[in-house]
């Protein structure tokens, strides 16, 4: 078999620190917000932010002090890594009901090679890409991106 016979999917939590913080509290999401470094340690930084804040252009990496000029009214929430992580092994532990092979990438990005397991389910690779994504926003309550290649 070579490479591309293979079937990978990567698998990557949209705006993840942020989904989490929304589901934590669900109002967010009806404001901008950023889940930042703490200020007071001098990493007050956006680490993540949701689709609200992304339309006043903050960024990923930005000072929050900036992010507050772009945008006033933003809300900014420290992070919960723990339940980050909660969440992370929540989708890994659907990821493997797919296949055995899940190798993560980081906290909220994995690849799954369903090479061997495919036809399992039904043996097209966008309708399990499809049905993954579903899956996860249905049972976990956040959205991924499921991107299909060998």
Known sequence: MTD???IIFHCDCNSFFASC?????PSLKDVPMAVTGDPESRHGVILAKNQRAKKYGIVTGEPVV???RKCPGLIC??????FYREICDRINSIYVEYTDLVEKAS???????????LHLFGGDA????????????????ITISVGVSF
């Open 77 to 82: 929430v420290l992070s919960h890594h723990d």
């Open 66 to 68: 900036q992010a507050k």
């Open 107 to 117: 906290i909220d990005e994995s690849y799954l090679d369903v090479t061997n397991s």
């Open 126 to 141: 966008k309708k399990l890409a499809d049905s993954i994504r579903e899956r996860i926003k249905e049972e976990i309550g």
């Open 4 to 6: 591309t016979d293979r």
């Open 21 to 25: 913080e929304e589901l934590l509290e």
